[in-house]
């Protein structure tokens, strides 16, 4: 092989690598600030509300990168098939990974606004749902890092769950505010709250049927598996 | 001009064209959308409510398209400079119209689960909000039809008033739900439709930033003006 073109290959393998560790490092970021914002939810603990928020300008900062990159990478070296695919992915991937870090951040500016003599609220149902959520982004993250299309499915098909215990907490909420309107505003927030659990879920979900379209070429099906989340 | 040369550029612009093309199509679809999901709340029109959600499939093949169409235009005509920008903005761009169309979608919805009793609650708020929502993402697909950088910061801009008429609405409805906990399952269900709303404005915010960066090659400043939708 021509020296030349061993370089080229080597820098567009660096360049494609480096795509990769953003992510994997947008990834990580979004990761823990969901971990935070459970803290600020579960343990009432204002030092993790406030380390959610701050993680916003680090992630808004990559997306950006990852996509100044990616146009370097399509201009100056043409990628083709799958790497195309993974360059496209990426791109889009980003977004969702944005959306879940303003979803965390909201959640846990919500916290602080949770009435603390509200107690007689239970979380476990959140907890729960949170539990379900960090799981499913975990593993949609993991199969993003391995290119593996068999965990991506799994995360997919896994959302219904989520959907449903989304359902659920919204009828317990409303029951809530009826019977002790003094819980009014805490419940709000909670709903909201919720509303943005179901979400980085469905992001989580976007984030998986990218992996699987960028690992094998194809789509999952357009009507995913849903449990019903209309509220 | 070689004939093969003249071909091949002008299949180029061609396929150029029906990006643009598409996304004009998908902007107008949930355009529609949106307004459909106004007159659902706002006139309490089911028919209205039964079109928005119809939209939704195809805002999503839509979607699907352009990114196979981008794709082969990346891989088989290697775009430079502004086109390549204008490449990856759409690609960004079309999930936050899809996401628009998730939102409208969402809003139609809750119209229907409104209860009609309680005409008591003013939807005042709720029109105006709908109405700047409505004439900011008209303008952003505009800029977005006519690569206008300026009409893009004007966007941008306005959002702040968005955010503005979001809090508002969030205070008054809690407030409802307090004096007449009987509003409370409506309230929730406004709430939401706000927040969607409050949504839509961010989304057409993010539309002209894109729009801007396609046409200029700049980015806006990270920081937008808001209006302190911190609820």
Redesign the interface.
């Known amino acids: 092989m021509p020296r030349e073109h061993a370089h080229t290959v080597s820098s567009y393998e660096q360049e494609l690598d480096r795509i990769r560790a953003m992510m994997a490092r947008m990834g990580g970021i979004v990761e823990n600030q969901m971990a935070l914002a459970m803290a600020a939810i579960v343990d009432r603990d204002e030092d993790a509300a406030a380390g959610a928020s701050e993680c916003d300008?680090q992630v808004?900062a990559l997306e950006?990168d990852v996509?100044a990159l990616?146009?370097r990478l399509?201009?100056l070296r043409?990628p083709?098939?799958g790497d195309?695919?993974e360059v496209?992915s990426a791109?889009?991937i980003t977004?969702d990974l944005e959306r879940i870090g303003d979803c965390a951040a909201s959640i846990a500016?919500?916290s602080l606004?949770l009435d603390p003599a509200d107690g007689r609220i239970s979380l476990g149902g959140l907890r729960n749902m949170g539990r379900l959520v960090q799981e499913n982004l975990r593993r949609a993250i993991d199969a993003m890092g391995q290119h593996d299309s068999e965990r991506a499915v799994e995360v997919w098909q896994s959302d219904t769950v989520v959907d449903e215990l989304y359902t659920a907490m919204?009828r317990e909420l409303?029951t809530y505010?009826?019977e002790d309107?003094r819980t009014?505003?805490s419940c709000?927030?909670l709903?909201?709250i919720a509303?943005n659990l179901e979400r980085i879920g469905d992001h989580a979900t976007n984030i998986a049927e990218r992996v699987y379209y960028a690992a094998t070429g194809d789509?999952l099906p357009?009507v995913r598996p849903r449990g019903g989340a209309?509220?």
């Open positions: 300008p808004d950006r996509e990616a146009i399509l201009a043409a083709l098939a195309l695919r496209v791109l889009k977004g500016r919500r606004r919204f409303v505010m009826m309107p009014i505003r709000t927030h709903l909201f509303k789509l357009v209309v509220v």
